[in-house]
């Protein structure tokens, strides 16, 4: 009955494809000649494989590259078919970027206008036996996204271009951490499907805790089609099937799995997954499922508003980071770069990344390596910090775009959260865009309606947030530390990183600090000379507003200002990785009133000075380990309070926390002597956190400035300093090291003769290749710690700017 055929048009398929300007102001060498382009690609990464422009990263190459967004790109291919019996021919787009129009063999075969969605033409008679000819012919983004504007009217939106005009990634635009590098492209997989008689047109298995398996399985049949047919899924050992007829165009599978291991995100269980196959005569899908259930608790308490994900019943803290697209030009990334970037939230002791709204619907590969490491995914519909109209044609893009969307993406043991946009009910309420957008709808019909009943009708185990932050309740603030999520950015934009503590928020989606990329990523694309902050190129790879500035006012009384671009580095680095550590100190501080943060953000998609806690290289930053720290399973954090210094303890395992604690008031000199120690026990339950007062013996100082707090129990540990660094007393002479060579690396051993705050090693100074283990170790006189340096030779020494400290900065 069915005989689908697949003819792969990429160029890993054997298609060769061009790609040309046809429009716009464009260099003189590029006039009327083609380039060699890859599909799937981006036009960008062809000119610049094709030696026609330099790196769009490098130095101040991005505004030079600017005339690409403006320009029209033609793709074009011939390829061969060989005529194969069936009925019907379609060509299969995946993913094209964005505005562009399709003809094969001269016949226009329509018009695309959403990056997020895929397009399915019927080339039946028009696609020959033979040699055939596509072209796609794109607009240049800009160009597009102005034009619209011209024709509808503008809508309120942050940075520069209209981004919210097109159904495109709205951070290709450029972003206040990403480069306005607005591209086109072939940028997911093409193909023609051949077939007769029936077809699967999607399928979307829904998993649950109780090891039942619903299938649901849409079929397209041509006219003529006449017999009937079977669709067996398969699961676990189990096999269901059902005979249809001619032109029944849904169908539902229910397996049930006995004895079914559930999949839990890490740290709270294993991750098995259960291959799924879906058959319909000669044709085969195929996927895995987790068997889970995750719920969402926001029913109003006596402190206002929880957000509490569970799952399988068991309530989650979230440690998690916001995601970004992990490449300015996405088609670059794949299995092995996301694996490698979404290793580095698992090894900082997350358990959630949340796919942010100015990016994509990511591909399959960063999905399942989630399923398969127990990271939960919170993904936002793809909607960021503007107002968006509900005018036709957009609203039927938005739908279909939503609803293939979740239907792809719903299999996923992983998804958590459907989420309707990033900050734009904030933006409506507080961000002055009533006036103009003089009474029209904004999107609000999106986030409260559309999407809310797609999700409920295609993905009903998954909850949906209308947005982030978001109060679920309209007469509520939606960014109300008291109820719901909660955005905490005047903390960078206009006060100190203490402010964190006049917060008690019941979640945290976003917060976070800025610091500069590893030294060897900066200066791979920074080359002013001398290095400066405010330098020329420098200021191309720093993209927030006034954001040098606010990396000199966050300093505040904390650390001292740089007096050279090696000391601005390391301080604004460190300043980074300290701030973000007070604020989800506090948080944790906090639990079970506060149930988990997400900070901004894990990666970075380019090398800029940014939030990333993993730069555009890969390299971790100060951040990284920062957060490894403060997300790890068991937390010590001094805390001040009401009555004077606590301790809180939080465990976040599934075992009782036994505790001998000893707290010791030390001083900062060379002889690192106790000035006072007590010890006490603590009991700390599953899942569970205690406070418990400081002694005042050790709470109490002699002399602030020439003392500290260490609080111990085995490998846990935590520090209290009375004064901030530019008031303590630190020796400047306060350590040794040495250096050994190993086996595809070094080791430098610390040892401390004095107080040493936040020893850091950066041997990417010596060498871009190598890599190190720890971070902002901080020792006590007579303590030792060895860094692990693999992927480069041994110096024979190490000093200041490869091995930093505090200590260097105050003295």
């Not at 000391?567 to 973000?580: C, G, I, M, P, S």
């Amino acid at each position: 009955m069915t005989s689908l055929k697949t003819f792969d048009l990429t160029s890993d398929g054997g298609v060769a494809w061009t790609v040309q300007a046809v429009g716009g102001q464009v260099p003189d060498s590029l006039i009327g000649r083609p380039v060699v382009a890859t599909v799937p690609g981006e036009v960008h990464t062809d000119l610049l494989a094709a030696g026609e422009i330099p790196d769009p990263f490098d130095g101040d190459n991005e505004s030079k590259l600017h005339w690409i967004g403006r320009t029209r790109w033609s793709y074009r291919s011939t390829f061969t078919w060989v005529a194969d019996g069936n009925d019907r021919q379609e060509l299969v787009a995946e993913g094209l970027d964005t505005v562009a129009t399709v003809t094969l063999n001269g016949r226009s075969l329509g018009r695309t206008a959403n990056q997020h969605r895929s397009y399915r033409f019927d080339v039946t008679g028009i696609m020959v036996a033979g040699e055939n000819e596509l072209v796609v012919e794109f607009e240049g983004p800009v160009a597009a996204a102005e034009a619209k504007r011209a024709e509808v009217g503008s809508w309120p939106h942050t940075n520069l271009h209209p981004y919210n005009e097109l159904r495109k990634m709205a951070s290709n635009f450029g972003w206040d951490w990403g480069p306005d590098v607005a591209t086109v492209g072939i940028w997911r997989p093409i193909r023609i499907e051949s077939w007769s008689g029936v077809r699967i047109q999607s399928v979307r298995p829904l998993a649950s805790a109780d090891g039942v398996l619903n299938t649901h399985v849409s079929l397209a049949w041509t006219d003529t089609a006449a017999e009937y047919v079977t669709v067996t899924a398969e699961v676990g050992g189990t096999t269901q099937s059902v005979t249809v007829k001619p032109g029944w165009d849904s169908v539902l599978l229910t397996n049930t799995v006995n004895d079914v291991d559930l999949w839990w995100p890490r740290g709270h269980g294993e991750q098995p997954l259960y291959d799924v196959v879906v058959k319909l005569t000669d044709e085969e899908w195929t996927g895995r499922v987790g068997f889970r259930t995750v719920t969402m608790n926001v029913a109003p308490d006596n402190d206002g508003t929880p957000y509490v994900l569970s799952v399988n019943g068991k309530p989650i803290y979230v440690r998690g980071a916001n995601w970004i697209p992990d490449d300015a030009f996405v088609t670059r990334l794949n299995a092995e770069t996301y694996r490698t970037s979404i290793q580095d939230a698992v090894d900082a002791s997350m358990n959630l990344l949340r796919v942010w709204g100015g990016g994509i619907y990511e591909s399959e590969d960063f999905y399942d390596a989630c399923d398969e490491l127990g990271i939960l995914v919170w993904q936002d519909f793809l909607f960021a910090c503007a107002a968006y109209s509900e005018d036709e044609p957009l609203w039927s893009e938005v739908e279909a775009e939503a609803r293939e969307a979740v239907t792809r993406l719903s299999k996923h043991a992983s998804l958590a959260v459907w989420n309707g946009n990033n900050e734009n009910i904030w933006g409506y309420v507080e961000w002055n865009w009533r006036g103009p957008l003089a009474g029209r709808a904004w999107g609000a019909g999106y986030y409260l309606d559309l999407l809310p009943r797609v999700v409920a009708e295609l993905d009903p185990r998954t909850p949906y947030s209308a947005g982030s932050p978001y109060s679920f309740d309209q007469f509520i603030h939606p960014n109300d530390d008291r109820h719901g999520t909660m955005h905490i950015w005047d903390v960078w934009n206009q006060v100190d990183y203490t402010t964190y503590r006049d917060y008690k928020p019941r979640f945290v989606s976003e917060f976070g600090f800025q610091g500069p990329p590893a030294w060897s990523t900066l200066t791979s694309v920074v080359h002013d000379s001398p290095l400066d902050p405010y330098g020329e190129q420098m200021l191309v790879h720093q993209k927030a507003f006034e954001g040098n500035l606010k990396l000199e006012r966050g300093l505040g009384e904390h650390l001292p200002k740089w007096s050279s671009i090696d000391d601005w580095h390391w301080t604004t680095q460190l300043n980074q990785a300290r701030a973000v550590a007070y604020g989800i100190e506090h948080f944790r501080s906090l639990f079970p009133l506060n149930t988990g943060a997400i900070v901004w953000q894990l990666n970075d998609n380019w090398p800029v000075v940014s939030w990333a806690a993993v730069d555009g290289h890969g390299i971790r930053k100060p951040l990284w380990y920062a957060l490894k720290r403060v997300y790890a399973d068991r937390l010590f954090t001094v805390q001040p309070r009401e009555n004077g210094l606590v301790v809180a303890a939080h465990n976040d395992t599934d075992e009782a926390w036994s505790a001998e604690v000893t707290v010791t008031r030390r001083s900062t000199a060379a002889d690192g002597k106790v000035l006072a120690q007590e010890t006490f026990a603590v009991e700390i339950g599953a899942r569970s956190a205690v406070v418990s007062d400081l002694p005042e013996s050790v709470a109490t100082p002699e002399d602030a400035s020439a003392e500290y707090v260490e609080v111990a129990a085995g490998e846990v540990t935590a520090y209290w300093y009375f004064v901030e660094d530019t008031g303590l007393q630190l020796a400047g002479d306060a350590y040794t090291a040495t250096v050994t060579p190993t086996d595809g690396g070094y080791d430098v051993t610390v040892t401390a003769t004095a107080l040493v705050k936040d020893l850091a090693l950066f041997p990417d100074r010596l060498d871009a290749a190598a890599r190190v283990d720890s971070c902002l170790v901080t020792l006590s006189a007579g303590q030792s710690h060895t860094f692990h340096v693999i992927g480069a030779s041994a110096p024979e020494q190490v000093g200041v700017p490869v091995l930093r400290s505090a200590n260097d900065l105050v003295n």
